[in-house]
């Protein structure tokens, strides 16, 4: 495909992480090449069923220029979520840049809840937790685990 704007303006370094179950952060580097004055907007799109939507808060750079976006009340489909961010510029056009992301590969999994230890006099323990708080994985066997003892 070809791309219209100048090369070497479009963002770099682009990724996103969701942590806390539905809170996502999307960062990004200006192009190397871009223009002094360049903004960035990013929109993205849930599935193909959805409209588009620009971010509602940018994270800024000391110059005011958009370098990422806070997003609250996430959810993970089970499609793939469409990022894109396009520029602007007074010097030049600015070439875009898009990502398909899975929302689920991206997630940062809280530690496991209720975590108890019962030991007995025969030195035997039993420990038991519930699985991460995740607003996509229903399925508790999908998770794994693994447990470091340490005896003193």
Same mark, same amino acid.
């Given at each position: ?7 070497? !303006?479009? =963002? ?7 942590? +806390?179950? !539905? ?9 190397? +090449?871009?223009?002094? *004055? ?9 599935? $193909?069923? *959805? *409209? ?17 976006? $806070?997003?609250? +009340? ?14 602007? !510029?007074?010097? !030049?056009? @600015?070439?875009?840049? *898009?990502?398909? &992301? ?23 323990? =039993? =420990? ?18 693994? &447990?470091? @003892?340490?005896?003193?």
């Amino acid at each position: 495909p070809v791309f219209a704007g100048m090369s070497g !303006s479009a =963002i770099e370094n682009f990724s996103c992480v969701i942590y +806390n179950v !539905s809170l996502m952060n999307c960062t990004w580097q200006a192009g190397r +090449n871009a223009p002094g *004055d360049v903004q960035y907007f990013l929109y993205w799109q849930y599935s $193909r069923y *959805d *409209d588009a939507v620009e971010c509602e808060l940018y994270i800024k750079d000391e110059n005011g220029r958009n370098t990422g976006c $806070r997003f609250k +009340n996430v959810t993970t489909k089970p499609e793939n979520a469409y990022f894109l961010v396009n520029g602007s !510029s007074k010097e !030049s056009q @600015i070439q875009f840049y *898009d990502k398909y &992301i899975q929302l689920y590969e991206i997630e940062i999994l809280t530690p496991p809840l209720n975590v108890t230890v019962k030991c007995t006099r025969d030195s035997s323990c =039993i =420990i038991t937790w519930q699985p991460p708080l995740t607003n996509h994985m229903k399925k508790r066997k999908c998770f794994e685990y693994e &447990i470091r @003892i340490k005896t003193k």
